[in-house]
Every structure is written in C-alpha cells, then in structure tokens.
C-alpha cells in the first residue's frame, strides 16, 4: 500500500510529460491515489487524455481557471462522479511572453500584471473555494507550485516573479482559513526544470547550468524529486505541515556565495 492509498486527486495544469504536474500526478499514482485531470485548451486534449489513461484515469475535463462558470462545471462533475475527493494539485501560471523578455521595467504592461496574477495567484483561491465542499471531513490538501523568484530578483523571470509572490501569501492566508475545516494548504517551490513553461523564460539553459554548479548537491532537480515531495506533503505523513514554501531545489536557495570550481595546473 502507498501513502496516498484511498486517496484521490485532482490535478490542474497537465501540459506535457515533461510538466511538473505530471512528474506529481506520476508519484501520487506510485502512491496508490485515483487522479482525475483538466486541460487548459482545446489542443492540449490530446496530449493530456492518453497521460491520463496511462495512470488508469477516466476523468479528464477542460478548465480555463480564468472562468468561473468552468470552474463549476469541473467540481460540479466531480461531485457526480466522485462525491468527494482528498487532494487538488494547482500547477497553473502564465504571463505574456512579451512580460518575460526584457528589462522588468519596460516589460510589465498593466494587462500582463493583471493576467500573471489572475492566472499565476488568484486561480488557486477560486479553485480552494470549489474544492472546500468536497473535502468536508476528510484530511484534505491543497498544493501549488511556486519559484525562488518569488522571492528573489531572477533575469527575465520579471512579473512572474510578483506573481509567485502574491501566490506565496495565498498559500498563508488560505491555510488560515481552511485550517480550521481539516484542509492543508502548502508550495513546494522547485528549482529549475526543462518544462513547457520553462521554455519562454529567457537564459533558461544558463539557469540550469548555473544550478547545478552551485547548488550542494550539485545537480538540477528531477520530476521525481518533485513528484515525491508532493506525494509526501499530501500524504497523512505530512498532516502537520501547512502555510509551508517547501523548497525542492537541491539546496540552491540556501546557498549565498559560490566559487569557481577548482582546476587543476
């Protein structure tokens, strides 16, 4: 039996095999949880239902997390077919490529602000919301994913790194109010990996490489490094952990100065 055995799971924001959420929804199956999935836009259907099928899932549904009437209709299908559920995974964030390039400065145009944090941030009160009634009594969890730019200045990583922020105070203030009805809310905040997403972020091969030279254990993270944090945060394991950032990045962020590595002659 897993950690996750009689659990279920619904995880928002599959991409590709290569999305950190999917490295989480691989673990949390390797645990023993019943998943369910959402995909984001017509043309990502046909990537995430054959994923989807392969951990023995059935219930794949769209979800723009900008609209509230999809939101219902995701929880309402839950409820239909599930009646409850323990876990939602919240792996969703995106600004305007053109708010990724460029000096912070000159690239952060008020709509991009408005739609890094409406899509990065406010997407996982909405979501919390929707999925409270479900977990009523059971030991729920709630998970996001966050970024080390939430709380430091990274090149060309510019106003989504506001909005990590603004998602790190959500994951507090959410703790606070859905503690007392049995949910945990917690981040883990990961280092580096080649995702999607991670592609429209410029320097990124830089990043990785930087990372692993630096980092103490000097390599980068791997979805299954990821993917069994969060299996162990959403687990009973973890059920005194919440309003937690858990960092997963090889020990990256604690690390102030770093030299050169010796070379020999």
């Not at 023995?56 to 769209?62: A, D, E, K, N, T």
């Not at 059971?138 to 430091?152: F, H, K, Q």
Request: glycine residues 10%; charged residues 15%; hydrophobic residues 50%.
């Amino acid at each position: 039996m897993g950690i996750l055995s009689g659990k279920r799971a619904l995880i928002v924001g599959v991409a590709t095999d290569r999305s950190i959420a999917w490295g989480i929804a691989q673990a949390m199956h390797a645990q023993g949880a019943e998943l369910a999935f959402t995909y984001g836009h017509e043309k990502l259907k046909d990537r995430v239902e054959p994923l989807a099928a392969s951990v023995g899932s059935q219930i794949v549904l769209p979800l723009d997390v900008t609209v509230d009437a999809q939101i219902d209709a995701v929880f309402a299908e839950l409820t239909s077919r599930w009646g409850h559920f323990d876990i939602l995974v919240h792996a969703v964030a995106f600004a305007p490529r053109e708010a990724l390039a460029g000096d912070f400065v000159e690239s952060t145009s008020r709509e991009a602000f408005r739609i890094a944090h409406d899509v990065s941030s406010y997407s996982l009160t909405a979501l919390s919301r929707a999925a409270a009634p479900l977990m009523a009594g059971r030991a729920g969890a709630i998970l996001t994913l966050s970024y080390l730019g939430a709380v430091r200045s990274i090149p060309a990583y510019n106003v989504m790194g506001l909005a990590k922020a603004s998602l790190e105070a959500n994951v507090r203030f959410l703790a606070a109010d859905l503690g007392p009805k049995g949910i945990r809310v917690n981040a883990i905040s990961a280092g580096p990996v080649k995702t999607l997403a991670a592609a429209g972020i410029a320097g990124f091969r830089k990043m990785l490489a930087q990372v692993a030279q630096t980092a103490p254990l000097r390599r980068n993270v791997s979805l299954e490094d990821i993917g069994n944090a969060a299996a162990f945060l959403c687990s009973d394991m973890g059920g005194g952990i919440t309003g937690e950032i858990l960092y997963v990045d090889n020990g990256f962020s604690h690390v102030g100065m770093s030299f050169p590595p010796a070379t020999e002659g």
